[in-house]
């Protein structure tokens, strides 16, 4: 059963003022007209494009917000790797859109095609949808091609990196015939960093539960772990140090799903299950638009947010950065229903990243079991951690 998106956020409110100054910071945003209702189209329904939505539904008085989103309900990424493992049902990260219907956002289940910037129109399967604002959180696609085979092995090597994609890795987890389970990391930048390192553990963990042979190997392209790196590899080797492989450097040349065999610059492997992750780049609407080629490079304006301190002065690539760090905030109120709340000052984006790594692996080693020889892990790996800064 699944639950209405009916809860309030915990998001800062944006000003009137606010919203019209960003908006005026770049053509693509410009006003069209100077009378009549705001229209507003916001393309993608993710963590970034829900929250836009809701928020100049609020802050603007009349405006008339239309979201372009082939899915008829919001999937949170965030968590799902315990529904990869059969600890959390999807309907506890499934949120239908009808809460934000109710207030007001019209829902365009179709996905946008093209964008014409000239007439300011967003092109659809059936529809022409016109605009005076507009909101680009589109999410990523994968760069299939940068790993030969992959585009022809992609339905039996999952990637579930995206909204509802998830289903698919859970049923070949479940249906593992043995031997090693082998994943990968995409070379940076790519959404969420920690994620593939969360995905390798808890497969690790799950293969410990269920006593089966083989081992979790995790193929990083990227010569050094991106977030957290001390304390990941402590976690490695302390928790699962005959069940999982980080091998780092290491470059796929080519995928044989038929065979099931991976192919890499240091050898070729043999696989019961895999889950590849190919390297990533903005939504192809991006592109089409003009807004760049990998990312969408763009310069944003300094914003003060319902009177806080929180202040966007820098470059930023399109599609990840963002919405990544606006989810969590939305988590931690609006997504379980708990009143508004004046947000606490936010430590440094490094300070953040470091506790949430630790945080992680709190909660991965305290489900071992009786968590005493876990705890003391933990205060060791804390400690290497905060030795190398």
């Known amino acids: 059963m699944t639950r209405p998106a009916t809860r309030p956020s915990c998001l800062p409110r944006l000003s009137r003022r606010a919203v019209l100054a960003s908006a005026l910071a ?7 007209r100077a009378q009549g209702r705001v229209r507003v189209a916001v393309v ?6 829900l929250s836009a939505a809701r928020h100049v539904r609020k802050a603007i008085d009349g405006a008339e917000v239309t979201l372009i989103e082939p899915n008829r309900a919001f999937f949170s990424c965030p968590l799902s790797i315990f529904y990869l493992v059969g600890e959390r049902r999807a309907e506890s990260l499934t949120f239908p859109f009808d809460g934000l219907i109710r207030e007001g956002v019209r829902h365009v289940a179709e996905r946008a095609q093209a964008i014409d910037r000239t007439a300011r129109v967003v092109v659809t399967e059936t529809q022409r949808i016109p605009y005076d604002f507009l909101v680009l959180s589109p999410g990523i696609e994968y760069m299939e091609e940068a790993i030969p085979g992959f585009a022809e092995a992609k339905g039996a090597i ?3 990196f995206r909204a509802f994609e998830q289903e698919a890795v859970r049923r070949a987890l479940e249906a593992h015939p043995g031997g090693d389970i082998v994943l990968s990391v995409p070379p940076v930048p790519y959404r969420c960093p920690i994620a593939p390192y969360e995905r390798a553990a808890l497969f690790a963990q799950w293969m410990d539960r269920r006593g089966l042979p083989g081992k979790v190997i995790l193929l990083d392209l990227n010569p050094a772990i991106p977030i957290g790196g001390p304390t990941i590899q402590a976690a490695f080797r302390e928790l699962y140090p005959t069940r999982l492989e980080h091998h780092q450097g290491v470059k796929i040349t080519r995928v044989d ?9 240091r050898g070729v492997l ?15 609407i991006v592109r089409q638009a003009g807004l760049g080629e990998r990312w969408a490079i763009g310069d944003l304006p300094e914003l003060r947010l319902g009177g806080g301190r929180s202040r966007l002065r820098h470059r930023r690539r399109g599609g990840i950065d963002p919405a990544e760090e606006r989810a969590p905030r939305l988590r931690d109120g609006g997504a379980r229903g708990r009143p ?13 990243r470091r506790f949430a790594v630790r945080h992680l692996l709190r909660l991965l080693l305290l489900r071992r079991g009786d968590g005493g020889e876990d705890r003391v892990a933990v205060e060791r790996t804390h400690a290497r951690d905060r030795a190398s800064g």
């Open 257 to 265: 799903a038929a065979a099931k065999r991976i192919e890499t610059d």
């Open 270 to 284: 043999a696989y019961g299950t895999a889950s590849l992750i190919p390297p990533m780049r903005a939504a192809s």
């Open 44 to 49: 993608g329904g993710g963590w970034g494009g």
């Open 26 to 32: 770049t053509p693509l945003l410009r006003p069209a």
């Open 340 to 352: 508004h709340r004046r947000p606490r000052r936010r430590p440094h984006r490094a300070g953040r």
């Open 158 to 160: 999952p990637v579930g």
